[in-house]
């Protein structure tokens, strides 16, 4: 069994225009997130000395981000014991991230329908910040040769088969779209007019189709699953190689990809 790797086709094709290939880490933010994980570990208050000493940050840091942390919410500071723990902060932040995984739970018996029944790999994007989206869940068929993705994997949100179902439920005028559409990489990019085109067709037939133009050689399926007020709130997609798909397989696929974001939209409103 081989599994095609969609990041080794692309190499880096999902990378907007101007994304650095390195990436530069904070350390103010590095040193604020472990002294999180260290009080979330240790399960009772601590004093500022034993947590700068047990994670080696500098004292008068320590205390400064300790400081940072407490105004934000996300820990606690006991004046009586002059000790850190916890605070319900970190659990509201928590919250998006289970309610992620919740979702997931929901759609994933229609992800493996879908991956079993036309032998694709399913996916389920989900929107995530600074107009990108997040690969939550997949199920993949039993074939010999498949499309391998990796949960977490971001893209931007309006590239490939998921980006015109996001467009097409978002709130972007024309021009604005273009602004977002020209810092986008395909492999046989499109043109805007093409794009706006099929862009407004997903409205009409509720399902985008990819044919090579994001990854040569693979066919994406996408349709949107639709939260309060009618926002693309998520996006399933079905991906396979283009030389499998027919025209006639992307109707059928489209017609039940579509039946179930319909269930799965009604599961998310009620």
Known sequence: MMDVQVGELIKG?????????SIKLVGALVSGLSILRYLSEQGTSMGVTKIARELQINPSTCFNLLRTLVHEGLVHFDESTKAYSIDLGLIELAKGALDVASYARMVRPHLEAIASHHAVTATLWQKSGNRRVVLVDLAENAAAVRVHMSIGQRLPMFIAALGRCMAAYSELNKA???REFDMLRWADPPSFDEYWQEVQQVRVSGYACDEGRYVKGVTTVSVPVLGQGKQAVMAISAVGFTAQLTQEKIAVL?????????????????
């Open 13 to 21: 094709v999902a990378m907007s225009k101007g994304s650095g290939g």
């Open 176 to 178: 604005e779209l273009k």
């Open 254 to 270: 489209a017609n039940d990809l579509s039946a179930h974001a319909q269930i799965i939209s009604r599961g998310l409103t009620v």
